[in-house]
T-cell receptor, first 113, second 115 residues
Framework: DAKTTQPNSMESNEEEPVHLPCNHS???????IHWYRQLPSQGPEYVIH???SNVNNRMASLAIAEDRKSSTLILHRATLRDAAVYYC??????????????FGKGTKLTVNP | GAGVSQSPSNKVTEKGKDVELRCDPI?????LYWYRQRLGQGLEFLIY????????KSGLPSDRFSAERTGESVSTLTIQRTQQEDSAVYLC?????????????FGNGTRLTVT
């Protein structure tokens, strides 16, 4: 299984940008990079995904390294509601033709007022 | 529209009893997933459905665990002869397609406590 590596925790101040890193050195050419986040006592929530080019949506931006071995989720202005565990996931296809998302332990983001 | 709905939201059961956990996916979503999350841990994949068939059951931890899906809609996860180590939040997710570009939508889970 392809794996990702993220810091266990990060801290940010409210209204400042946050850069959440993810390493995925064994990524294959057809793996998409997905980010989800999980607020306390809730199920995970989709944030953004990409393949090679940088991506922007209303929630965040995703910057992907040229060699695709790492990526960074960017929250442009952190709010207290962004405090969550952020998961970086490679969307892979198993040999049987099915697919699953393999979640690691993620990065716990704390946002200070 | 309605999101993924799971019931019950909380379940307390005695060791050795059977439990059934229900998931109502978003209407029209063909793919459905079950995950387990132990306290303070990440998500552990259990099983995946495409339509009513389950091409990937690799994550089911033992033969006490089974799942089915009917009508390409509702899914039930059954745990027989529950053990204390089965205590966890069981999360269900659905997606429109089984595809790299189709995000998963998660429910808020069923918190199972085995006493």
């Amino acid at each position: 299984d392809a794996k990702t590596t993220q810091p266990n925790s990060m801290e940010s101040n409210e209204e400042e940008p946050v850069h959440l890193p993810c390493n995925h050195s064994t990524i294959s050419g057809t793996d998409y990079i997905h980010w989800y986040r999980q607020l306390p006592s809730q199920g995970p929530e989709y944030v953004i995904h990409g393949l090679t080019s940088n991506v922007n949506n209303r929630m965040a931006s995703l910057a992907i390294a040229e060699d695709r071995k790492s990526s960074t989720l960017i929250l442009h202005r952190a709010t207290l509601r962004d405090a969550a565990v952020y998961y970086c996931i490679l969307r892979e296809m198993s040999q049987g033709g099915s697919e699953k998302l393999v979640f690691g332990k993620g990065t716990k983001l704390t946002v200070n007022p | 529209g309605a999101g993924v709905s799971q019931s019950p939201s909380n379940k307390v059961t005695e060791k050795g009893k059977d439990v059934e956990l229900r998931c109502d996916p978003i209407s029209g979503h063909t793919a459905l997933y079950w995950y387990r999350q132990r306290l303070g841990q990440g998500l552990e994949f259990l099983i995946y459905f495409q339509g009513n068939s389950a091409p990937d059951k690799s994550g089911l931890p033992s033969d006490r665990f089974s799942a089915e899906r009917t009508g390409e809609s509702v899914s039930t996860l059954t745990i027989q002869r529950t053990q204390q180590e089965d205590s966890a939040v069981y999360l269900c997710a659905s997606s429109l397609l089984s595809s790299y570009n189709s995000p998963l939508h998660f429910g808020n889970g069923t918190r199972l406590t085995v006493t």
